[in-house]
Structure formats: C-alpha cells, structure tokens
C-alpha cells in the first residue's frame, strides 16, 4: 500500500520529533524526495490530494508501514557510504608552533603572517546569510547550542578556504578492521574530507535529510549530531581541517560476506 502525503509526513516526523515542525507536510515530503526520489513511488499523490480527510488506518497497518519505512531509512543510511569520521592525528601541521624565536622559520615561511590557529580562526569574517541561517533555522535552535558554538559554526561556514593543503579526495593511509564474519583482519582505505563540508552536511538546509542518514550510516543517533558538531568545532579551533573518512567495508571477503548473510 502507499502512503498519503500526509502519513509520509507523519512518518519522517516520528523519526524525528519536533525537528520540522515549522515545515508543512506538502514541503516536508517534497525536500524529503528532493533527496530521495525513489521514495515517491512510496506515495499516493492522488490520495493525498482529492481526499483531505484521511480515515484512520487499523492500527496494525499503520505499524508494518512504519516498520517499512524505518527500514527504508536504515537502507539508505547504508547505502549512502558509512561515515567513518575519524580524527587522523599523525597529521603535518603547517602552522603553529614555531613564531616566538629566530629567524629560520621566516625563511620558509614568507608570505603567511604567523598566528596561532585559535586567532586564525577568530579572525574568519562570518557572512551575514549565514549567520541569520543559524540564528533562524528552527532545526539549529533545537539543537540546543551555546551560542559560542553557534558563533564556532557560524566561522566554519564562512571560512574562504575549507580545503587549505587541497587534500580532499586524497588518501589518508589505511586502517586495519577485524571481519564481521571471521576472525581475519584487514585493511580498508581512508581518504581525507573536510570538517567544513562535514559541519555544511549536518546543518545547511537543503541537506537536513542527508545529514540524519549520514548519522545512521556512521553508528550514531540523531540525537548525537549536536555532539558532532561540537567535536567539529573544537577540532577547527586547534587547527585541524581534515576528517581521514574509511570506506564501510564489514567483511574480509565476499566469500565471508555470502556466508554472513546466509547465516543471519
Ligand atoms: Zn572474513
């Protein structure tokens, strides 16, 4: 059976309580297929549309369909790629540490002017659209964040150069993961992402739906992308600009991969 666009509606707003409230059920449904256009053969648009007063379903109708469409969600936070944000600390820091003696270090840095990573970041001049976005977005307000957080996320957003040493895309080394199925290990690849479009992903608009599969996608509740945020933003201050992202990899083989599914 489909969904009017109303239960639809009903349905993302289950998963999410009070996170869109300030949204109409019509424009709820249409940034949710903005996303996921798949899920419109999910809907009766014609249902939805001539009959305004929806009869209540049987309540174990409506349950399986809520089952369904939690899968759904599951489904698409799988297959959008895990997000594995881990912090890579053996990292090359370029700035930092060195302006309070000698000469040498002029040399090899000319052009920059020398300053600690918490005024470089003090220093970013944060863009008036975004700043009304986060001081109005309802969704940001829920969240619950001090405002020097907000002012934290408000620079972020508005830094001119998210990707400083170009290393988007570029690998990050390998880690080693132990097999869901046997006792083997091995190694996945990481390639580097920035905190930028991490934080971007997490709360500009048109990507608040994302932002909550990537959340299921990476282990954690919806709930913990405030925590996210925050761990963004204390990253950022020190310096650091890049998440080292593995790809999702669960199984050392598809030999193990076949066996799993089979067993389970
Ligand atoms: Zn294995």
Same mark, same amino acid.
């Not at 969904?3 to 707003?13: D, G, L, P, S």
């Not at 700035?95 to 600690?116: C, I, L, M, P």
């Not at 996320?153 to 080394?173: A, H, Q, Y």
């Not at 761990?231 to 992202?245: A, H, I, K, M, Q």
């Given at each position: 059976?489909?969904?009017?666009?109303? *239960?639809?509606?009903?349905?993302?707003?289950?998963? $999410?309580?009070?996170? $869109? =409230? /300030?949204?109409?059920?019509?424009?709820?449904?249409?940034?949710?297929?903005?996303?996921?256009?798949?899920?419109?053969?999910?809907? /009766?648009?014609?249902?939805?549309?001539?009959?305004?007063?929806?009869?209540? *379903?049987?309540?174990?109708?409506?349950?399986? #369909?809520?089952?369904? +469409?939690?899968?759904?969600?599951?489904?698409?936070?799988?297959?959008?790629?895990?997000?594995?944000?881990?912090?890579?600390?053996?990292?090359?820091?370029?700035?930092? #540490?060195? =302006?309070?003696?000698?000469?040498?270090?002029?040399? #090899?840095?000319? #052009?920059?002017?020398?300053?600690?990573?918490?005024?470089?970041?003090?220093?970013?001049?944060?863009?008036? /659209?975004?700043? *009304?976005?986060? =001081?109005?977005?309802? +969704?940001?307000?829920?969240?619950?964040? !001090?405002?020097?957080?907000?002012? !934290?996320?408000?620079?972020?957003?508005?830094?001119?150069?998210? =990707?400083?040493?170009?290393?988007?895309?570029?690998?990050?080394?390998?880690?080693?993961?132990?097999?869901?199925?046997?006792?083997?290990?091995?190694?996945?690849?990481?390639?580097?992402?920035?905190?930028?479009? /991490?934080?971007?992903?997490?709360?500009?608009? *048109?990507?608040? +739906?994302?932002?909550?599969?990537?959340?299921?996608?990476?282990?954690?509740?919806?709930?913990?992308?405030?925590?996210?945020?925050?761990?963004?933003?204390?990253?950022?201050?020190?310096?650091?600009?890049?998440?080292?992202?593995?790809?999702?990899?669960?199984?050392?083989?598809?030999?193990?991969?076949?066996?799993?599914?089979?067993?389970?």
């Amino acid at each position: 059976m489909k969904y009017t666009i109303k *239960e639809f509606a009903k349905e993302i707003r289950k998963l $999410y309580p009070n996170d $869109y =409230d /300030d949204l109409s059920d019509e424009k709820l449904v249409e940034l949710w297929l903005n996303k996921y256009p798949n899920d419109r053969d999910k809907i /009766d648009f014609n249902k939805g549309g001539k009959d305004k007063v929806q009869t209540t *379903e049987p309540s174990n109708t409506t349950s399986g #369909s809520s089952w369904g +469409f939690l899968r759904t969600i599951i489904w698409i936070g799988l297959i959008g790629g895990g997000i594995y944000l881990f912090y890579n600390s053996n990292k090359n820091k370029n700035y930092t #540490s060195s =302006d309070s003696t000698s000469g040498t270090d002029q040399s #090899s840095s000319v #052009s920059t002017v020398q300053s600690s990573p918490e005024e470089q970041f003090n220093s970013i001049s944060i863009k008036k /659209d975004i700043s *009304e976005y986060i =001081d109005t977005t309802k +969704f940001i307000t829920n969240l619950g964040l !001090d405002e020097n957080k907000k002012k !934290d996320l408000k620079r972020i957003l508005s830094d001119p150069n998210p =990707d400083p040493e170009n290393k988007v895309g570029t690998s990050c080394g390998q880690t080693e993961r132990k097999c869901k199925w046997c006792p083997n290990s091995f190694n996945v690849d990481g390639t580097y992402s920035t905190i930028y479009n /991490d934080v971007k992903k997490l709360i500009k608009p *048109e990507n608040i +739906f994302e932002a909550y599969t990537a959340a299921i996608a990476g282990g954690f509740a919806p709930s913990q992308v405030k925590d996210e945020l925050v761990r963004c933003c204390n990253l950022y201050r020190t310096g650091e600009r890049y998440f080292c992202n593995y790809n999702n990899q669960e199984f050392c083989s598809e030999k193990c991969k076949t066996e799993y599914k089979y067993n389970h």
